[in-house]
């Protein structure tokens, strides 16, 4: 059974940073590509960042380009995102989603598997 649990989700200051974790289990971590998503109240959900767990190679949304880093140790399975400088607008429930890796970046449509999500709150 495929299972993705994310974690690491609070409440923090602007400026501050979170680190989110996502732990895969029930298939091959190198197979597949895992991507974090949001989605804030009232607004529709959005790519955020996702790595292809073969060759690590990664794609970030442009209002997170520098402050958001994501990594994986495919050793544990785990993906995260290290979020810093953290804004208000970046208040949202967070997903981790898992998807079989190709060579193109993966629409959210096409990913098959998701996780509860995590709540992300940043106050001014």
């Not at 989605?39 to 997170?64: F, H, L």
């Not at 981790?96 to 098959?112: F, K, L, M, N």
């Amino acid at each position: 059974e495929v299972q993705l649990v994310e974690s690491g989700g609070g409440l923090v200051q602007a400026g501050g940073s979170l680190r989110l974790s996502c732990a895969a289990s029930g298939f091959t971590f190198d197979d597949y590509t895992i991507g974090w998503f949001r989605q804030a109240p009232g607004k529709e959900r959005e790519g955020v960042s996702c790595i292809r767990g073969r060759d690590g190679s990664t794609y970030y949304e442009n209002s997170v380009k520098g402050r958001f880093t994501i990594s994986s140790d495919n050793a544990k399975n785990t993906v995260y995102l290290q979020m810093n400088s953290l804004k208000p607008e970046d208040t949202a429930v967070y997903y981790c989603a898992a998807v079989v890796a190709t060579i193109s970046i993966p629409t959210e449509y096409e990913y098959d598997y998701w996780g509860q999500g995590t709540q992300v709150t940043v106050s001014s």
